[in-house]
């Protein structure tokens, strides 16, 4: 029997990079999107069930995995890649809009886990890949809420990771560093929002941070090709890769800063970098 994978957020970027992968390499694809009806690709391939799924609505949740599983008869993969970004200071975002990203980033990976898991421990085998982010390991500027989604969900898959072992499932994470998709024209930004300090002030740390992201995958000569993402969520799939991954020059980079000193000496060599100097 054929392999199956549920992946979220397949409308585009690493989703719907991830899609086409799986599908190349022999597996059937559920194919989850807000809007199925925009999309006019995924749905002409082979063994692909394009179909909706909103991982804030539990309906919408349940019903993707009851088609799907109609479909195909088993999922022996989720990948928990819809997301989205948001730059600002913490003063800056309203209430709502800080709800907003947790129920998608936070709420939304628990919800699709949450009905998916009771399939895959009837199978007694599956894997599970939550796409977070390098800023789900360090603190970066005006991310502190997007850094707090993605840290909650390193957190989850580290639990998760232990407690599902006894019934064959695994688990694991995905961080990504900065990739072209539609992630920067999707963010849900306020740079409006706070006072006038808070504003100038997010708009200065706003050009250097790209001015750094710039430099750094310049530095790395390598062009980010979101198609990395969509190989490393599958290589953690099929092979034994561990519970935190890494992908992306930057964020690769990063992480080889984070582990070479103690943690306070990288916070202090990431405020050197990312505070601009006037
Ligand atoms: N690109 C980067 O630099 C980067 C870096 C680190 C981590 N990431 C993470 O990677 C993941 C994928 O992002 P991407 O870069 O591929 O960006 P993208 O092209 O904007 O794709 C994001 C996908 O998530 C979907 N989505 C958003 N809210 C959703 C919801 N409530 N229910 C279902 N789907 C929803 C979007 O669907 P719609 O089309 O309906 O909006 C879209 O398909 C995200 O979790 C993101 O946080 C990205």
Request: aromatic fraction near 8%.
């Amino acid at each position: 029997m054929k392999n199956t994978v549920l992946i979220t957020g397949c409308s585009s970027g690493f989703g719907k990079l991830a899609a086409k992968k799986f599908q190349s390499e022999g597996w059937n694809v559920i194919a989850t999107m807000r809007s199925p009806e925009k999309e006019a690709e995924l749905n002409k391939l082979d063994n692909v069930l394009v179909t909706a799924l909103d991982v804030t609505s539990n309906e919408s949740v349940k019903n993707a995995v009851s088609v799907g599983l109609e479909r195909f008869g088993r999922i022996d993969a989720l990948i928990n890649n819809a997301g989205y970004g948001g730059h600002s200071f913490l003063e800056q975002f309203t209430e709502e809009q800080i709800y907003a990203m947790f129920e998608t980033n936070v709420f939304g990976v628990m919800r699709v886990c949450r009905e998916v898991l009771p399939y895959m421990r009837k199978q007694k085998s599956g894997t599970v890949i939550n796409v977070t982010s390098m800023a789900g390991y360090m603190g970066l500027t005006l991310t502190s809420t997007y850094s707090a989604s993605k840290w909650a969900v390193e957190g989850l898959t580290e639990s998760m990771a232990m407690e599902y072992k006894p019934f064959g499932i695994k688990v694991k994470a995905v961080a990504p560093g900065a990739f072209g998709t539609n992630f920067v024209s999707a963010s849900d930004n306020n740079f409006e929002g706070g006072d006038e300090e808070i504003r100038e002030s997010s708009e200065k740390i706003g050009a250097h941070f790209l001015t750094v992201v710039e430099q750094m995958q310049n530095q790395s000569g390598k062009v980010a090709d979101p198609q990395e993402v969509a190989e490393k969520i599958f290589e953690c799939v099929i092979t034994d890769a561990p519970v935190h991954n890494i992908v992306g020059a930057d964020a690769e980079m990063l992480k080889t800063m984070m582990d070479s000193m103690p943690r306070q000496q990288f916070i202090d060599t990431l405020e050197d970098l990312l505070l601009p100097k006037n």
